[in-house]
C-alpha cells in the first residue's frame, strides 16, 4: 500500500479494505481510479483465500460523490469504464460490505448498491443527481434501487432529486444498517466475521444462491 496511492488497499487475513483515498475532491473517481478499482475487483475474484471484501472512503467528509465531474462527459472509445468497474465489484464471489462513512452522491451509490450490505454512518446522505447531471445511470442501479426502496421512493430519487438521510435510507432500505461513526469499521468487520471463518466453496455458492434470488 502506499500512501500517496488514489485507491488504498490492505489485506487482514481474509478481509481486503478498499478505500478510495481522494478525500479533497470529495473521494470523486477519475477514469484511472475507475479502472484501477476494476482490477482490484476483479482479483478478489481470483483470490482463493478471500472471504470478504469491505468499501470505503477516506476521511470524514464523504463516501464518494462519484465522478470527477472533469471527465464525467468525456468521449471515450471501447467498454464503459463505470460500467466495468460496476460489473467487477458485483462479480466478487465473496461478501462485500460499503462502509459508508459520509455522503453518497451518483457514482457513490453505485458502489453501494454493488455490495451486499450496506453500512452508513448518521451523517452521510444519499442522492443520484443524473437528471441534474445530464447522464444516464447504469440499469443494474435503477433496478436495484427500486428493489430495495420501491418504486416511488426510487423514482424521487432519480427523477425528484431528492436528498435521503441516513435515517430515512435505512427505513427505505436502501441501506441495511447505522452505525456511529466511530463504530464504523468494527460493525462492517463484525458483519464479515462468519464469512471470514467460513468454508470458501460454501460461501461462494451461497452468495450465488442469493443472486440468482436478486436477478
Known sequence: MTEDSLIL?????????????RPGKANSLTTDMLTALRDIFRGAASDED???????GAGERVFCAGADLKTLYDE????DHWDEMAAALRAVPVLTVAAINGPCIGGGLTLALGCDIRVCVHEARFSYPVLKNNVLPGQYDVDKLQALTGPGRSAAILLGGDV????????????????PRE?????????????LAAEGAHLKTLKSM????AS
Open 9 to 21: 488497499t490492505r489485506r487482514e487475513d481474509a478481509c481486503l479494505t478498499v478505500t478510495i483515498n
Open 50 to 56: 478471500l472471504r470478504a471484501v469491505i468499501l470505503t
Open 76 to 79: 471515450q472509445d471501447g467498454p
Open 164 to 179: 435521503v438521510s441516513a435515517e430515512v435510507a435505512a427505513a427505505w432500505g436502501l441501506v441495511d444498517r447505522l452505525a
Open 183 to 195: 463504530a464504523l469499521g468494527d460493525t462492517c468487520r463484525s458483519l464479515c466475521a462468519t464469512a
Open 210 to 213: 442469493l443472486r440468482g434470488a
